[in-house]
């Protein structure tokens, strides 16, 4: 049982410490409503955004950031065009599109789609050809099997997963109820109750 039963979470406000703000789950349009309050940039995404929170509210330089350029815009450079086959080389800055979807569907069938191993490929694919990403696809099926571990920016994904490996009969319901108790108790004490 958690020792901090009936601790209720404060608002999201630049009276909190770094430490108060992570013992909480917020959602991405409270830290950014609280960076915006506070002056700080929101890009990022949730991670970024909370660290340089913390660091403010702690009175501490924010973060370093990568330095601009350092990865290409979204968009950035020229993107594959129809008609692809396999001798088309992925260009620098090549995003998982439409036409990328298309191809790999009538090269490897209606159960292609873009897990991270070929999300990764494809970004880092620049001077490959698209046989290549295609033997990629298929040499990655056996890791792609196994469990993987869900990223931090996917709490409530990860949160489900584990909720209903302790809880195999509980329903969606149950579960949703679960995680926003989850959510509103600070991080180091929340318990997840089971099915209500």
């Known amino acids: 049982m958690s020792t901090n039963e009936g601790e209720v979470r404060p608002a999201p406000s630049p009276e909190l410490t770094g430490a108060e703000l992570a013992r909480w789950y917020w959602t991405l349009a ?108 298929h040499a990655t099926r056996a890791q792609a099997a196994q469990p993987r571990e869900i990223g931090a920016q996917f709490e409530l994904n990860r949160f489900l997963r584990d909720w209903h490996a302790r809880h195999p009969e509980g329903t969606r319901p149950q579960a949703l109820a679960a995680w926003r108790a989850h959510r509103s108790s600070p991080r180091e004490g929340a318990v997840s109750p089971g099915p209500q």
């Open 30 to 137: 409270e830290l950014t409503a609280l960076a915006r309050r506070m002056g700080l940039p929101v890009g990022g995404g949730k991670a970024a955004v909370t660290a340089r929170i913390a660091a403010a509210l702690d009175g501490l330089p924010a973060p370093v950031q990568a330095p601009a350029g350092s990865r290409p815009a979204r968009g950035a450079g020229r993107q594959l065009a129809a008609p692809v086959d396999g001798t088309s080389v992925i260009p620098p800055g090549q995003r998982c599109s439409q036409v990328l979807r298309e191809y790999f569907v009538r090269e490897i069938g209606p159960g292609f789609h873009f897990d991270a191993f070929m999300r990764d490929y494809v970004a880092q694919g620049a001077g490959r050809t698209l046989a290549e990403a295609v033997a990629h696809w």
